[in-house]
């Protein structure tokens, strides 16, 4: 079989990228490999770094010529769910060298970020002119920014998050066949330079004219165009920002508590974590994790109210008196403090990528995720059928952590469980497997939803929308006829 | 292809076509009377130029559900017709635009389905109108985004299909970002729900699994009834910390009801554009205002003393013009908050940036006209009053970006509307009538001219034609996409905006296999050889938009850098 | 005036829908958000306001043609004036009500004529009536009564009864007893007896003007015979007719029109009547069209660009009695009043006006239903209202279904507590062999 060093293809990359940025070392493959979750079908043969769109328009052309299949990454590792990993033999195109902050435009609050632009730099650039970021909760220090707002992670402050799009605008797009396209008002007409000359920032993100295709490639890991930036929301630096907790036996009590506070908009960051996800946030080694969950109640609030640029003493003091109100009417208890963590620190640690080891692989080095979109109201349903299906699997219920992040303004939430285990305990991570496998089934089953169909998730979740699948399908036809962008995953393999 | 005149009326349906729709829907919902089809052809507003018609539908067909609506639309597909659904059929924009259409009147699809007060949505068929949603939301202490076209529109309409901002934008964003899940009939008579409700797990979501169709089904603008017919969708409900159920004593400017507590209404003064554009961004990114927005004083004028703009006097009053003019960096709030304190940080939000600008702030209620300010703005009652002054309007412009770039480009808008004034060709409202208003606490800022004229004064509507193509010129050099879109003016900008059209028709031939849409809004070609109309400003207007157009067309690597 | 005359009204137009709906401001409920019976009914856009209007507009530009489909929608529209009310709320230029009365015209030039029409016509010319009774039977109901004859005597108050009063035996005690309470409050009241004739406005609604002029003419003959200073009606058709429609074709009574309403809270008022007995009744009121925004007084034709028109040159509906019977219901011991969404200038029509009552008894049935479905929303014990018509179109709505909801003239309310028993069926009938 001959390699790729010796084949056309590195060949031809190395013509549009230069030769060092084109690898086909086994371990820089290797890295681009999922955790458990990927079960991949087939494996990176290169890896690509361009550096511009043009490096990318002429990577997906030359896919196109030689039928190769693309599979774009931004963020580093470790990766969890096997968006990044082939189900074909494919080329990584490995966006991570794009990594520009074109702008961070302080008066519209907006930022355009390249794939490359992690959480960290994108934050420390963006707080220089008083503009905070919108993060998912504690993203690992080599989470691409850009990717992140492609899948639509939810970000920790549902009060902005108007709609699943945000906090992304506009986009640029290399779609299947090279074609340059540019989503909302940033497609134009004229160049981002003059539409800044215009006072125009890429705010918009419905359009151009009849179609929004930067929520069409929301989601789309991938598979229908590359992204190469992005406008993204931001918002003010808050100038006070206090955190407070509510712990609580009763999820239930919480779930009442939290529909109020976002009805009336009240609080920023709004969160909900069981004690063995909170203890992994709070702590680092396995043995503090535990110990710290133990003195922890079932479930934890975490809740910011922030004063911004006006005034921000008086903001603070009438929603903590809104929020206060509310909690005395459904008798949730507020504190300044759980064990672990006072308002400063959970404060801190919310504000920031995680730091290392990544939280979620804290307690067990392995962690197996389920989560799906529901409202608030049906949460306690789904946990309770976590926990029959573990205690029938023989998993450790407590060994399963717990996070509720409300999204669209409270209007839904992302639900998600960590299934903690051990990669090097085979039994056990076969356990993990065989309860993330079944619960995911057993609570799409129950209305969950899988808006971010990663690995075994797309049958589940597309086996119940043949509406939509076709749909997809047709266009996916149209943006990658000859389908060279990540083959065969969502819908788009042979199976569905 | 886009007829004038009488031609606009199409050959009748046949008898076979005729007989399968009174079959799918019952012959007492079906009509091809001339008579009452005129009564959908009659579309002044937003249509194209001096034409007051569309085209005369061939029948108009009254479906009761989403069966009968896939029965008609596969119908046009059997009989090669085409089809267009109306709702409440607010402008041209809802009437059919080309031969051989079945208008599909949706009124007997008005049901609210549920309103999950909760999660803060409502399920809505088409003709629920937005009065109707919001006085069932308000009972709940719920409040719905209604479009600037007022309370006798449909949500659903909006949401799906066309444009859909407003003065609520602030606190209740805009139509199209406001949609969950939605029941989509394609126009080839298939059904599509779109997120959550395609996999049977309720409204609440409208995008995924992966991909999210929304961005299929509409974009900035929507497809006009291009691209299939919407039955049912969800809708994103906001707080209404007023009455369950307010009763104001009469019906526009004789309003009266008292204001809820802590609700205000205040109208700002700045001493320039710049002033306006700074203060009202720092005030709105704040998240103050349930409806706020900028009234042009022309507009203001229009409603108020309509007749003086009609008088000779009123052309000639140049110092009175002028000291009008000075009040017009001007912003109304109207706030609604759920707690004294709120109130009173709003309150404070807004003087701390009237005073850093040099500006001042009214009370409303020291000029008496709070009470009507607040709720006809809280029930979106007043939009129709545009029709007041000259029984006409149509608006320029529409566009939505940052707040700045809107409101900067303001005084070239009253330029060209003021050259048209001079004319003789629209009504003479001074000419500073551009409207703003901001979406999410300020995403996006809106601008839109409003022009009125009478439709009945041959003088007057043959200026609409080029004033919209100056204002389509100018929107071009302010690098801002053209607004709602002919086949000739989207062959001409399509290549600004990255060729969108490709995709766009794209879409259109995977949903539309057989072209049985009137998609003459959406992705119809304009019509070769078609004769340019012999108005020398429209002929001067046309080849300045071609040469602007082919200035800023995108090459293969985007656009000119 | 023509149809013809009416083309800017027609094409003002903007096709906003708002004559659809009751005025937003008002709007309360999904349930009760519409305010015309006919598009409610029927759906298509011909059968709203605008609809009817824009038909007008096709057929004076030549569009199309009045056939009879045309006409049948046209006739097929109470004329109850809910659309003129919505439409005026923001437009100055256009009379919907008028280009809706100028249709019906132009269908009867036209040869488009309906049976149940002509019927109507027929019984008119022959009995003067629109009920097809016998002229001679006109003042039964007031035998016995020491009321005048204005043919041989003068009178100052003349009462004119109107058709369905003067010939629907279930509403004579009402009648009766009311004409006995002006009586008992000193008032010198006449009566026509066999001579009174049909206002002729219902021939007018219907677009026989000619015929209406006829009986608007014998009208301000015998008015003008009388010497009388006041009219006083029961019949709100008949108070509609003499303020609108008389001016209208330039025949304004030379005296005041009072509603029978208006001079029983005047002599309440006065002290003259007094309402002393306890009527214990949750009671909501139903807003006659005809006595509310179609009551509204003629105001002269505006010459020129109705953009121009001022205000009070503008009839909109606001000017109709709508606070009379509300006080009224206030003075009567035990009345409590429970308003429905759609009342005053946006109340809902009973079904009967316009010639609906008798043509589409379908449709009439339909809006009559619709508001004793209002009427129950609210929780009321019964429906209280002023117009004979109303009444029964209600009552023949709720005998068509078999269902039961009281309906009550205020008149009767006022009579219980002035403590006038009503008249058995056989006391009248004595009266009458008197």
Known sequence: ????????????????????????????????????????????????????????????????????????????????????????????VDLSAMDRIVRVDRLNMVAIIEPGVTFARFKAEAEKQQLRVFMPLLPRSTKSALA??????????????????????????????????????????????????????????????????????????????????????????????????????????????????????????????????????????????????????????????????????????????????????????????????????????????????????????????????TTMDKTPGFIKQMETLAEERGFPVGDIGLYIQPVQQGRNCHMEFQIYYNPDDEPETARANKLFKEASRAMAGSGAFFSRPYGPWADIAYSRCPDTVWMLKEIKEMLDPNRVLNRGKLCFGEEI | ???????????????????????????????????????????????????????????????????????????????????????????????????????????????ILEIDEKNMFVVVEPHAIGGQVMAETMRK???????????????????????????????????????????????????????TLGSGDGWFCGDGPGPSLRGVLRGRLGAFGGNGVFTKCALKLYNWPGPPEPVPEGFLYDTELELPPHCKAYIMFFPDRKSLADATQAITVEGIGYNAFKPGMGSLLTMIVPHLLHKESWKKAKYLKKAIQAFNYQFLEVLATD??????????????????????????????????????????????????????????????????????????????????????????????????????????SHYEEPIEFDHRNPDQTRTIKPIEMEFTHMQAEHCMESGITSPVMRKMFGPTEGFYTKWQKGIGNIIDPRGCADDYLYNAEPVEGEPLPDDPAILEMTEKLADIATKMAWTEDGPLE | MTLSDYERDMEGCSRCASCKWVPFNQMRSWRFAKNCPSITRYDFHAYSGGGRMLMGLSMVKGRSELTDEVADIIYRCQLCGACDTACKVYRDDIDLSEVLLELRTTCVEQGKLIPEHMMVIDSLKREGNVLGEPKAERGAWAHGLPVKNINNEKADVIFHTGCRYSYDRELWPTLRGTVKLLLSAGLDVGIAFSEESCCGGRAYEMGFRGEAQNYAEDMLSRVKASGAKLIVTPCADGYAHFRYIYPRMGKALPVEVMHVSEVILHLVKEGKLSLKNEVPMLVTWHDPCHLGRMSEPYLPEWNGDKIMRTLDRKRAGHNGVYDVPRELLKFIPGVDLVEMERIREWSWCCGAGGGVYEAYPELCTFSALERIEEARSTGAEAMATSCPWCHVAFREALA???????????????????????????????????
């Not at chain 2, 005129?38 to 579309?43: F, L, N």
Request: aromatic residues 8%.
């Open chain 1, 1 to 92: 079989m001959a390699t790729v060093a010796e084949s056309p293809v590195k060949k031809r990359l190395s013509d549009i990228v230069g030769s060092q940025a084109v690898s086909d070392k086994p371990d820089v493959l290797q890295s681009y490999a999922g955790g458990p979750g990927s079960a991949p079908r087939g494996k990176p043969i290169a890896t690509v770094r361009p550096r511009n769109r043009n490096e990318v328009q002429a990577i997906v052309r030359l896919a196109n010529e030689l039928g190769i299949n693309l599979v774009p990454a931004s963020s580093g590792p470790p990766r969890f769910r096997g968006g990044t990993v082939p189900c074909e033999a494919g080329v990584i």
């Open chain 1, 148 to 373: 992140s707002y492609l899948d639509r992670e939810p970000i920790t402050i549902p009060k902005y998050h108007w709609d699943m799009s945000d906090p992304m605008l506009t986009a640029e797009i290399v779609f299947g066949e090279g074609d340059l396209f540019r989503t909302g008002s940033a497609a134009g007409p004229g160049s981002l330079e003059d539409q800044w000359k215009m006072g125009l920032a890429q705010k918009n993100p419905e359009g151009p004219a009849q179609t929004s295709f930067n929520r069409v490639v929301q989601g789309a890991q991938g598979t229908l165009g590359i992204v190469t930036w992005a406008s993204v929301k931001l918002g003010m630096l808050p100038e006070i920002k206090r955190c407070y907790f509510a712990q609580d036996d009763s999820l239930e009590r919480l779930v009442d508590f939290s529909y109020r506070v976002h009805r009336i908009k009240l609080a920023d960051d709004f969160l909900i974590l069981d004690r063995m996800a909170l203890a992994s946030a709070l702590a680092e080694s396995p043995d503090e994790i535990r110990a710290l969950a133990e003195k922890q109640a079932p479930y934890t609030l975490i809740y910011c109210v922030c004063g911004y640029w006006h005034f921000p003493e008086k903001r603070v003091a009438y929603q903590e008196k809104g929020i206060s109100g509310i909690a005395q009417h459904y008798g949730v208890r507020l504190t300044n403090e759980v064990p672990g963590a006072g308002s400063k620190r959970m404060s801190e640690i919310i504000d920031n990528p995680s730091s290392e080891p990544y939280w979620k692989l804290r307690l067990k080095g392995g962690v197996r995720e389920v989560f799906f979109l």
């Open chain 2, 1 to 111: 292809m886009k007829q004038t005149g009488p031609s606009l009326i199409s050959p009748p349906i046949g008898d076979e076509a005729y007989k399968d729709l009174e079959e799918a829907v019952g012959p007492e919902f079906v009509t091809r009377e001339p008579a009452v089809l005129d009564g959908y052809a009659w579309q002044p507003l937003w249509n194209e130029g001096p034409e007051m018609w569309v085209h005369r539908p061939i029948a108009v067909v009254l479906p009761a559900s989403t069966e009968e609506v896939q029965a008609v639309v596969k119908i046009c597909n059997k009989h090669g017709l085409k089809f267009k659904a109306i709702c409440t059929g607010w402008g041209a924009l809802a009437g059919p635009r080309c031969e051989n259409v079945v208008q599909i009147e949706l009124r007997r699809m008005d049901r």
């Open chain 2, 141 to 195: 202490g719920l409040h719905t985004h209604i479009v600037s076209s007022g309370a006798a529109s449909s949500p659903l309409a909006s949401a799906t299909s066309c444009v859909g901002c407003a003065p609520d934008g602030t606190y209740m964003n805009w139509s199209s970002r406001n949609l969950l899940g939605v029941e989509w009939v394609l126009p080839d008579g298939e059904v599509i729900r779109l997120g």
């Open chain 2, 339 to 444: 707690s004294a304190e709120e109130l009173e940080f709003q309150e404070a939000v807004m003087r701390d940036e009237v005073s850093k600008h040099g500006g001042f702030m009214m009370d409303m209620e020291h000029t008496g006209m709070a009470e009507m300010i607040f709720w006809t703005f809280v029930l979106s009652s007043n939009y129709p009053i545009f029709f007041k002054a000259a029984g006409m309007f149509i608006t320029a412009y529409g566009q939505d970006e940052s707040h700045h770039s809107m409101v900067m480009a303001s005084p070239d808008g009253e330029k060209i509307k003021q050259k048209w004034i001079d004319r003789g060709g629209i009504l003479d409202d001074n000419a500073d009538s551009g409207i703003h208003f901001m979406m999410e606490e300020s995403t996006v």
């Open chain 3, 400 to 434: 068509e279904t078999g269902d039961s909801f009281p309906v009550y003239d205020i008149l009767d309310l006022v009579q219980q507590s002035v403590g006038l028993s009503p008249e058995t069926s056989e006391e009248i009938q004595g009266g009458e062999r008197k």
